[in-house]
């Protein structure tokens, strides 16, 4: 597996680029969830609108209550209760803003994040297993959680900065409105304080990719030593696993506390701003008071303004901080989202007829990436309803066609037919109706028995029943705690591998496929078992063409015909009578395999 994708470092972000691809983001997760955005802006302007409400509340109970009351001697009257009556008014005008921004900000983030990750998992589905092969499961397991949840951050606080710029421009036009010279001070203190916050975010964005790398890579560490857990202990390589894994996570820890402290500077700096500029307004507005040029009212209340805008221009700031680093996070996940190896389909069905199909293959080529060829100019037919051998050396292209015939690979060159139809015309999800494919490593979920034979489908008990037997599942349920709804852990480690291969057998013929493709499915089986099961297959009248690749003489002469391969290429196709008579490369392959078995059976190896 390689290593998570990083930035060039030869080609740095740029100050544009940043800026630029924070909005892109966020007009892109405005689209997915337009309403609960809009609510939540709708939200934060009742809350700011409440805020400026209250200064200008408070403005005027100074001038028409406090200083009438205290300074001029003047009756109370209802004047108090006038006031209380405006200012709880102001307080659910502001509690009901709350409500309706945090509730829908809540929404929108966690829409937005669990829409990110479907989009991830379906994308990943589609695209072909040679991309699968250039990325590690821990790091693809990291941008579905990690970079995902971090690159919907800058959602939880947008709304409310939102609703903070629409206050800031409420506040900007009422200090103007109160005094020119004042709305000057408080615009050329706001625009100092988001100019540093745009500045800061841009001197940490390379930080918040290089985190989002190292997050990767520590969790890719994690999931090979986890799922490795077999080899680990069985080489006492438990110690170097841990330094690996500790090496990784001290390099993270050491960016993020870096991140941080350079974090806490630029907030030091910008938070120390709004004081400073209370205090330059607050000795503004007295100087314009003693000239009389504005009442006290208004003093109070400009001054109020001021205090209530600490706090928004903060969450702006922060804001303009997140916005970066859910763009470093967002750039591993868009990567993989705007991946272009996807799987071409066609729009043919499959073919609901109760019988087996015909395999062609004509002129096939087939290498991996840009590796040597490892399948050259394959062509053999198939007749429906037969059961084939694919027989040959190590490395002789086996394996690789039968994933091939069950279309996991794309020819690069040629095609496979069934029943005269290219593979590659079939539509999604169709192909798995026509073909089966079970392979040596039999790949299990953590769930039951019947739930792994299922996998969810809509299947009569008989059929169940009936393919479990078949495949030989019946043979050691009994021997399990809870029959058929034993749960069997995560990839079925509670099971032993032949046991596990039986259940994927399963699993492939409860659907009744027109081609069943085994490739080695049943190594881990004694041969007595296997032999049965084969047998039980041909005596079944399944509604299949099965293509099997095999080892063992016992299994091979089940057969109605073999395709014996070498380096790639059909040198043969015939019965095990013809092949034995005209090739001996076979006879020889044949004696191999069978003296292997017994040198293993002799050392006790299974």
Request: zero cysteines; proline letters at 3%; aromatic letters at 6%.
């Amino acid at each position: 597996m390689t290593a998570p994708v990083r930035r060039d470092a030869a080609a740095p972000a740029r100050l544009g680029e940043v800026v630029a691809g924070g909005m892109r983001l966020i007009r892109q997760f405005v689209r997915w969830h337009p309403w609960s955005f809009t609510l939540a802006v709708l939200g934060a302007a009742l809350f700011v609108s409440a805020i400026v409400a209250s200064a200008v509340v408070v403005g005027r109970i100074t001038d028409l209550v406090i200083i009438p009351v205290l300074d001029g001697g003047e009756a109370i009257g209802n004047r108090v209760a006038v006031a209380v009556v405006a200012v709880m008014g102001v307080a659910l005008w502001k509690a009901v803003g709350i409500t309706l921004r945090r509730t829908a900000a809540s929404a929108l983030q966690f829409r937005t994040r669990a829409d990110a990750r479907e989009k991830l998992i379906e994308q990943q589905l589609r695209l072909q297993l040679a991309w699968h092969d250039r990325r590690s499961t821990g790091d693809l397991l990291s941008v579905s959680e990690v970079d995902t949840q971090t690159g919907t951050f800058v959602l939880a606080p947008l709304p409310y900065a939102a609703g903070a710029s629409l206050l800031l421009i409420g506040t900007i036009i009422l200090i103007f409105a109160t005094h020119w010279i004042l709305g000057v001070i408080a615009l050329l203190g706001l625009s100092i304080l988001v100019a540093i916050d745009i500045r800061g975010a841009f001197s940490l964005f390379a930080d918040f990719e290089e985190a989002q790398y190292e997050r990767g890579k520590v969790s890719e560490i994690a999931h090979e030593s986890i799922d490795g857990a077999l080899t680990v202990k069985a080489l006492g390589r438990e110690a170097y696993e841990v330094a690996r894994f500790r090496i990784a996570a001290e390099v993270l820890r050491t960016r993020l506390i870096d991140i941080g402290v350079r974090f806490a500077d630029f907030r030091a700096i910008v938070e120390s701003i709004p004081a400073a500029l209370n205090i330059v307004m607050l000795v503004a507005a007295a100087m314009l008071v003693i000239n009389a040029a504005m009442t006290a009212g208004e003093m109070v209340a400009v001054v109020y303004l001021i205090t209530l805008m600490a706090f928004p221009l903060q969450l702006i700031g922060f804001v303009i901080f997140e916005m970066a680093h859910s763009q470093a996070a967002w750039t591993r996940v868009q990567e993989i989202l705007d991946a272009d190896e996807l799987i071409d389909h066609g729009v043919l069905a499959a073919r609901p007829v109760p019988d087996g199909a015909e395999l062609e293959s004509r002129e096939v080529q087939f290498a991996y990436g840009d590796g040597e060829p490892v399948l050259s100019d394959l062509r053999f037919e198939i007749p429906a309803g037969r059961t084939v051998a694919v027989v040959g050396p190590t490395a002789s292209g086996k394996s690789t066609l039968t994933m091939l015939l069950a279309r996991l690979w794309d020819p690069t060159d040629g095609a496979i037919h069934i029943d005269g139809r290219d593979l590659r015309q079939f539509a999604r999800s169709e192909l798995a109706l026509e073909v089966a494919y079970v392979s040596q490593e039999s790949f299990l979920f953590d769930d039951t028995v019947w739930g792994n034979v299922t996998l969810g489908s809509d299947v009569p008990d008989e059929d169940v029943l009936r393919a479990m037997r078949l495949a030989g599942v019946e043979r050691f349920i009994t021997e399990l705690p809870d029959g058929y709804d034993t749960q069997i852990g995560e990839r079925g480690t509670s099971l032993s591998g032949g046991q596990r291969q039986r259940i994927a057998l399963a699993r492939a013929l409860v659907r009744r496929p027109r081609v069943l493709v085994l490739d080695d499915a049943t190594s881990a089986v004694d041969p007595s078992v296997e032999t049965e099961i084969l047998r039980g297959l041909q005596g079944a009248e399944l509604p299949s063409t099965v293509v099997i690749v095999a080892y063992r003489r016992s299994s091979i002469i089940l057969t109605d015909e073999i395709v014996f391969m070498d380096e790639g290429r059909v040198v043969a196709h015939g019965t095990h009578e013809e092949l034995l008579a005209t090739q001996p490369g076979y006879e020889r392959l044949l004696r191999a395999y069978e003296e292997d078995a017994a040198r293993r059976a002799e050392d006790g190896a299974p």
